[in-house]
C-alpha cells in the first residue's frame, strides 16, 4: 500500500504559479512512477504529467506542456508539481497517483491516488 497526501493547492490569478506536493508514505516510493491528475467541474478526471520511478524524461499533457513541470525528491519521499502561467481552465482538483499506467490506446489511470487538492485560477 502506498499513501499519498497532497498540498500546495488554492487561489491564484491567472498568470501565477503553484507548486504542490505530495508526500508519499508505505511501500517503496523509489519503486513507483509517480504521477499528477486533475479534475474540473463537470468534467472527467484527466492526466497531466508522469515521472518514472527511474526519474529520466516526464510525460505531459498537451495542454500543460512548456508551463508544468513534475520532479521527485527520493529522499523526501515527495513528488512535486510546478505550475507557471496557470490559466483559468487549470482550475481543478489536483490528485497525485503511484503506479500510473498508460493503455495501448493511450488513456491513463494509476493504482494509488490521494484526497486532491483545490487549485483555483481567476481570471
Known amino acids: 500500500q502506498v499513501q499519498l497526501v497532497e498540498s500546495g493547492g488554492g487561489l491564484v490569478q491567472a498568470g501565477g504559479s503553484l507548486r504542490l506536493s505530495c508526500a508519499a508514505s508505505?511501500?517503496?516510493?523509489?519503486?513507483?512512477?509517480m504521477g499528477w491528475f486533475r479534475q474540473a467541474p463537470g468534467k472527467e478526471r484527466e492526466f497531466v504529467a508522469t515521472?518514472?520511478?527511474?526519474?529520466?524524461?516526464?510525460s505531459y499533457a498537451d495542454s500543460v506542456k512548456g508551463r508544468f513541470t513534475i520532479s521527485r525528491d527520493y529522499a523526501k519521499s515527495t513528488v512535486y508539481l510546478q505550475m507557471n502561467s496557470l490559466k483559468p481552465e487549470d482550475t481543478a482538483v489536483y490528485y497525485c497517483?503511484?503506479?500510473?499506467?498508460?493503455?495501448?490506446?493511450?488513456?491513463?489511470?494509476?493504482?494509488?491516488w490521494g484526497q486532491g487538492t483545490q487549485v483555483t485560477v481567476s481570471s
Open positions: 497517483v503511484a503506479d500510473p499506467t498508460r493503455s495501448s490506446s493511450g488513456s491513463y489511470s494509476a493504482k494509488y
Open positions: 508505505g511501500r517503496t516510493f523509489s519503486s513507483y512512477g
Open positions: 515521472i518514472r520511478w527511474s526519474g529520466g524524461i516526464p
